[in-house]
T-cell receptor
Framework: KAGVTQTPRYLIKTRGQQVTLSCSPISGHRSVSWYQQTPGQGLQFLFEYFSETQRNKGNFPGRFSGRQFSNSRSEMNVSTLELGDSALYLC????????????FGPGTRLTVL | QKEVEQNSGPLSVPEGAIASLNCTYSDRVSQSFFWYRQYSGKSPELIMSIYSNGDKEDGRFTAQLNKASQYVSLLIRDSQPSDSATYLCAVNPNTGNQFYFGTGTSLTVIP
């Protein structure tokens, strides 16, 4: 079974631009979560989507948004990029329940110049 | 109070020794517990999950859960240099809830 895939793997943007990251979950998984990881802050939860609805949300500004499509694929958008948005963005999927394991994709490395 | 707390380390052990990683959580009704390993520059990969009190063994890894003490640990026996990584503890309180991750413990196994 194919794992979680994320595109693109690497991105370089400049301040003020916007970016869209994509995540395809494992087949049969309906929940997709997004995380930001930086050396200083560790793994920080952005939001989770389940059946096209945002189910949980972390403490990030409104510049960070996401959506999920009917095939469970998800996109994350960051508008008006700031230098501090440089990070590894990880997507993780799971079936749906609390006991279900969350599996991570390889991540998208975003660099904001 | 953070939902999940881990000693950030770094933890250093000699090759062949037992590495002990600890994690405490704040939500008493938490149901599911996970350990992930993350190599530098890579994404987290699942090592073990545990749901019931007691020990769960998988090869050189043993997860221990004590819900009364709100404590979960990971033991790595016969530690190898390839075990050098950051270990993340994750907790899911209940269905529909997000995963909560600790900040991770950095482990170095010295040859």
């Amino acid at each position: 079974k194919a794992g979680v895939t994320q595109t693109p793997r690497y991105l370089i943007k400049t301040r003020g631009q916007q970016v869209t990251l994509s995540c395809s979950p494992i087949s049969g998984h309906r929940s997709v979560s997004w995380y930001q990881q930086t050396p200083g802050q560790g793994l920080q939860f952005l939001f989770e989507y389940f059946s096209e609805t945002q189910r949980n949300k972390g403490n990030f500004p409104g510049r960070f948004s996401g959506r999920q499509f009917s095939n469970s694929r998800s996109e994350m958008n960051v508008s008006t990029l700031e230098l501090g948005d440089s990070a590894l963005y990880l997507c993780a999927s799971r079936r749906q329940g609390a006991a279900d394991t969350q599996y991570f994709g390889p991540g998208t490395r975003l660099t904001v110049l | 109070q953070k939902e999940v707390e881990q000693n950030s380390g770094p933890l250093s052990v000699p090759e062949g020794a037992i590495a002990s990683l600890n994690c405490t959580y704040s939500d008493r009704v938490s149901q599911s517990f996970f350990w992930y390993r993350q190599y530098s520059g890579k994404s987290p990969e699942l090592i073990m999950s545990i749901y019931s009190n007691g020990d769960k063994e998988d090869g050189r890894f043993t997860a221990q859960l004590n819900k009364a003490s709100q404590y979960v640990s990971l033991l790595i026996r016969d530690s190898q240099p390839s075990d050098s990584a950051t270990y993340l503890c994750a907790v899911n309180p209940n269905t529909g809830n997000q995963f909560y991750f600790g900040t991770g413990t950095s482990l170095t196994v010295i040859p």
